[in-house]
């Protein structure tokens, strides 16, 4: 075997007490274990003091209401460890491999189309960067144009001609074209298979959330309790959470 050539460096963000570990291996089989080297404090030092002052009016991700099981809690570990044991999460892979974050802020309509047409593997057959074709949420602007989606996002209309225009078979179904049975019946079939998914085009006030209307694609269901798994786009304003169907 050859010999192994390891570097590692470790950083301590001066303002909280986070620790991050980064090691770099160049071989074909290793074991890691991450060992902190010591580094000098001076670039730190001097990189915290050119920080500049946190903006005023900003945020940084708000608290879920208790209404909502956030997925990385204790609760909401132990949801997703029962629903694994059932039919309904089998979507729930593809679409976690895809998981992206809103680039602006009324992009969580083309954030959603796009995880879900990477997710159902839909070749975009145009080139996203260099020699490869993939779907990123500038390439969607056949039907609004993209500096308009910046001000205004997209209807239910526009993401399901969007979604038509780039390979994806869309149904939609309004409320008040269905009933809450309905509702939970594609639930059940889009999350019990990974040819298909579930958008949800709602009002986050409905969720008693912080804004108005979303976007955001169902990663799972739990039958008993009920609840779906909801990968809210906007992971910097809230983390993915487990919701009441009803």
């Given amino acids: 075997t050859s010999p192994l050539q390891h570097s590692s460096y470790h950083h301590q963000d001066l303002t909280t007490s986070h620790h991050i570990y980064l090691s770099i291996y160049s071989s074909t089989s290793l074991s890691l274990s991450p060992t ?124 399901a001609c969007l979604a038509r225009c780039n390979g994806a078979a869309a149904t939609g179904i309004r409320p008040h074209e269905s009933s809450i049975d309905t509702f939970r019946d594609v639930i059940k079939e889009t999350c019990s298979g990974d040819a298909s998914i579930c958008v949800v085009s709602y009002s986050r006030k409905g969720l008693s959330q912080t804004g108005d209307g979303h976007y955001s694609p169902i990663g799972g269901y739990h039958r008993d309790k009920d609840m779906v798994l909801i990968f809210d786009v906007a992971r910097f304003k809230y983390a993915p959470h487990w919701v009441k169907v009803e």
């Fill in 36 to 159: 902190p080297i010591p580094s000098s404090s001076m670039c730190e030092t001097e990189c915290a003091r050119s920080r500049d002052p946190v903006p005023a009016g900003s945020f940084y991700k708000r608290v879920l209401p208790e209404s909502l099981v956030g997925f990385s809690s204790p609760a909401g570990r132990c949801i997703f460890k029962e629903a694994i044991q059932e039919p309904y999460m089998e979507g729930y892979f593809r679409l976690a491999e895809q998981f992206i974050s809103q680039s602006e802020p009324s992009f969580c309509g083309l954030a959603t189309l796009c995880m879900t047409l990477n997710a159902l593997s839909i070749d975009p057959q145009r080139v996203w960067k260099g020699p490869w074709r993939w779907f990123s949420e500038e390439m969607f602007d056949c039907c609004a144009p993209l500096e308009e989606i910046k001000k205004n996002g997209i209807n239910f209309a526009q993401f």
